[in-house]
């Protein structure tokens, strides 16, 4: 099979859907040799988040001198995405080998997510990596990339998302995100409501593993010279982040205090690894900003809170008129979502990204329009950057969110890239 269709054949495990448990993937494994048993990791899980914290992780271990794998989902424009080395995309034709392997060994009820992390586990174990940095894809306790004796875990902001999997009460996502606390090792807690820290707290407390949580153990201060971060035994003042965004503060900060934390394990980090890391750090889609007349700021955020942090990093730009491009999952809480920046657009230009179970344009517009704020049906995302695009003025901020799927389509049209429209 050529490397298309194997992608192919791997897209196709969607018809499987989501199947929380350890069962499939640790049978998968075996039949490959167990390959994660040959890598030190860092496990990821949280609601908002991940992928920024695990991409200055990556950039601060690599700027220290260790070969760093950063294994994340989902893409948003190529699958290749999902697997970095040393903050590079494993190249096509490794990956290609590695899939083959996966899918020669896999169960016949394998999910695409399964098969995808086996490959992870793969290429990473063959590359030698020193570090592999694992974001968990969903949940925590029962997500596939649970099998791993991660040296620490990291807890990012955890809000209500994929409750129809993981239960429609905050404590229990909680509880599923903090099964991948392991016994004994450390775990650093990102900014989290009262209630969870002290959920989290006493799950560590009860796995004999050190907590390290944001505003009691370490935190960081924003100033006009960057960021100050802080902890009970260390401090760096003058940060420059490359990701934009006020909440890139509290992320960074999770990462430094994990790379920190990786001294125990015999990973060492100066200050220096530190402050390049975070000035290094890549991620696309997050307030990632498109510069022109008219600029273009891609954004995410698919939840509530994701859009509560947009909004308040909204204030940090100058513009005219907010044009909000906004396209989203009929099965999400879209509502919410977009209720946090109506207020704030001066034209909603709403779109359906090319997934199933995209919202109807014309549903979403129909929503805008009954409270108040002017908009318009532009139906797909290529067709709502134009219609944008044509009618912004040169200061106007043209922001497109609601969704990774509809961030990536974006993103691929203004690049000029591929765009791969399964993600699992």
Known sequence: MTYQETLAHIFSRGRFGMKPGLERVTELLSRLGDPQRNLKTVQIAGTNGKGSTGAFLSAIMTNAGYRTAFFSSPHLSRFSERFRVNDVEVAESVLHQAAKRVLGAAPEEATFFEIVTAIAFLCFAEERVDLAIIEAGMGGRSD????????????????????????????????????????????????????????????????????????????????????????????????????????????????????????????????DAVRKGVAAAVWPGRLELFEGRPRILLDGAHNPAGAVALRRSLADFRYDRLILVFG??????????????????????????????????????????????????????????????????????????GSLFTVGEARSIITGGTFMPIRG
């Open 144 to 271: 596939a990339t649970n099998v791993v004796e991660s040296l620490l875990s990291i807890i990012t902001p955890i809000s209500l998302d994929h409750c129809e999997y993981l239960g429609g009460t905050l404590a229990g996502i909680a509880g599923e995100k903090a099964g991948i606390i392991k016994q004994g090792k450390p775990v650093v807690i990102a900014p989290q409501e009262a209630a969870l820290l002290n959920q989290l707290l006493s799950a560590a407390e009860e796995s004999g593993s050190a907590a390290y949580a944001y505003g009691r153990d370490f935190h960081a201060e924003v100033g006009q010279q960057g960021i100050s971060y802080h902890s009970g035994f260390f401090s760096l003042h003058d940060l420059n982040l490359s990701l934009k965004g006020r909440f890139q503060a509290e992320n960074a900060s999770s990462a430094i205090t994990a790379a920190l934390l990786l001294g125990e394990a015999g990973f060492q980090v100066t200050g």
């Open 328 to 401: 989203t999952m009929a099965d999400k809480s879209w509502q919410e979502t977009l209720m946090q920046l109506l207020p704030l657009a001066d034209l909603l230009v709403a779109v359906k990204p090319s997934i199933d179970r995209a919202l109807a344009a014309g549903e979403l517009a129909g929503f805008g329009t009954a409270r108040g704020v002017k908009s318009t049906a532009a139906g797909e995302v290529k067709a709502g950057m134009e219609y944008s695009s044509e009618i912004a003025g040169p200061d106007d901020l043209i922001l497109v969110t």
